[in-house]
């Protein structure tokens, strides 16, 4: 069984900065691509930042230049540094994983979800 379980939401001011991570466990064969999605009340799941096995990486247009995704393959985790930090941020952010499992499946696996709240 693999588990993706993301910490590091909170409430943060405008203009802040927070660092969520993601670690993956579980009977894991191998991890390929690694991504952030995020859904804002009202709004569909999007995608937010996404990082290949060879660690390449890219941004939605609304994250460029203050979102960064890293992963560390000896940990097994994703982490998603933002700064500058805006009120439509605010959503739940989930990590997402292509994942090889020891049961021989690879398939798309989901955290439960971290909040993200910018507001005064």
């Known amino acids: 069984q693999v588990q993706l379980v993301e910490s590091g939401g909170g409430l943060v001011q405008p203009g802040g900065s927070l660092t969520l991570s993601c670690a993956a466990s579980g009977s894991i064969r191998a991890i390929y691509a690694l991504a952030w999605y995020r859904q804002a009340p009202g709004k569909q799941r999007e995608l937010v930042a996404h990082i290949t096995n060879s660690g390449l990486t890219n941004y939605d247009d609304s994250v460029k230049d203050r979102f960064t995704a890293s992963r560390d393959y000896a940990k097994d985790s994703l982490y998603l540094q933002m700064n500058s930090l805006k009120p439509e941020d605010t959503a739940v952010y989930y990590c997402?994983?292509?994942?090889?499992?020891?049961?021989?499946?690879?398939?798309?696996?989901w955290g439960q979800g971290t909040l993200v709240t910018v507001s005064t």
């Open positions: 997402n994983g292509d994942i090889w499992a020891q049961d021989d499946i690879r398939r798309d696996y």
